[in-house]
């Protein structure tokens, strides 16, 4: 009897450890990030320089000329790398495994790949919808549109900066090839969705917080800093939710030792990148209805 019962109890115990793994496997398979890797793996000669950028986005605006076919032999090459980030962004989850107990030192070059991926991507559109494959093209920025928002999963400022400035930069590219008229009822469904699935955008106050949080081992020692930078991460909450809280927070910064001031983020530079999000994603919302 008692040799059953240990039969038994091992037999459960097993199930469960398999069940586990399974599990925790199933995870892996469904993190978007992983796929993400593997496309930064994939890119090839594909830094673009921030000038590039700025003309890009000026094109974007419609205010400027812009070449495509220059970056042609730069599409091609890095295009495996663009369709494993799309074929990722069909995930459910990103989790870029971010260890906050790194503190000032968590790793960010993910955000700079992304970047670089990211601006391809609106390159890679661009080529596609003047081409003539308009669903190639709506296909690549709805893709876009999830990739940024994948960007700013889980990070502090860095990231979501970056995943600002390439949702803006697909927002502004759907925003011209919905001002261009010739798109299907079906393709205008498909970027009225993605559209619909950014949300509010992106979770600024939690950004901020990780920031900062970050910085709280250089006070573990120092009692005075360490609840100057608590009253200051609260207070940086508090504006980016509403930013009438500035005056509140601007005090809470300059009654903070100097040392501890110098490495706040402007509050008014990052409510600034927040207000552009805003204001560009209501413009193509404008433009969808």
């Known amino acids: 009897m008692k040799r059953i019962r240990l039969m038994g109890s091992t037999a459960v115990m097993l199930m469960f450890v398999f069940g586990t793994a399974m599990a925790q496997r199933t995870a892996l398979a469904d993190n978007a990030a992983l796929r993400y890797w593997a496309a930064f793996s994939q890119l090839q000669d594909a830094a673009i320089t921030d000038q590039e950028a700025k003309e890009l986005d000026s094109v974007l605006d419609g205010m400027g000329p812009f070449d495509i076919s220059r970056y042609n032999d730069l599409i091609q090459k890095n295009t495996p790398a663009l369709e494993i980030m799309a074929r990722g962004t069909l995930l459910p989850n990103c989790d870029w495994g971010l ?10 070059d993910y955000a700079r790949k992304a970047l670089v991926l990211g601006r391809l991507n609106i390159l890679y559109a661009m080529r596609l919808y003047h081409s003539g494959n308009k669903d190639g093209a709506i296909d690549a920025v709805v893709a876009g549109l999830r990739f940024s928002q994948d960007v700013a999963n889980g990070g502090a400022l860095f990231p979501t900066l970056v995943a600002k400035d390439l949702l803006v930069s697909h927002f502004m590219a759907a925003g011209d090839a919905l001002r261009m008229g010739q798109l299907s009822a079906a393709q205008r469904s498909r970027l009225q969705n993605a559209v619909t699935a950014v949300g509010k955008g992106l979770d600024w106050p939690a950004a901020a917080k990780r920031d900062m949080e970050a910085l709280a081992p250089r006070y573990s020692g120092d009692s005075q800093g360490a609840a100057a930078l608590s009253r200051i991460i609260s207070a940086y909450g508090a504006f980016l939710k509403d930013e009438s809280n500035l005056a509140s927070l601007m005090n809470a910064i300059n ?11 402007n509050p008014k530079r990052v409510e600034q990148q927040k ?5 560009k994603l209501q413009q193509l919302r404008a433009v969808l209805q």
């Open 275 to 279: 207000q552009e999000f805003t204001n």
């Open 99 to 108: 260890d906050y107990g790194l503190g000032e030192n968590v790793p960010v």
């Open 255 to 265: 009654q903070a030792p100097p040392d501890l001031q110098g490495l706040i983020p």
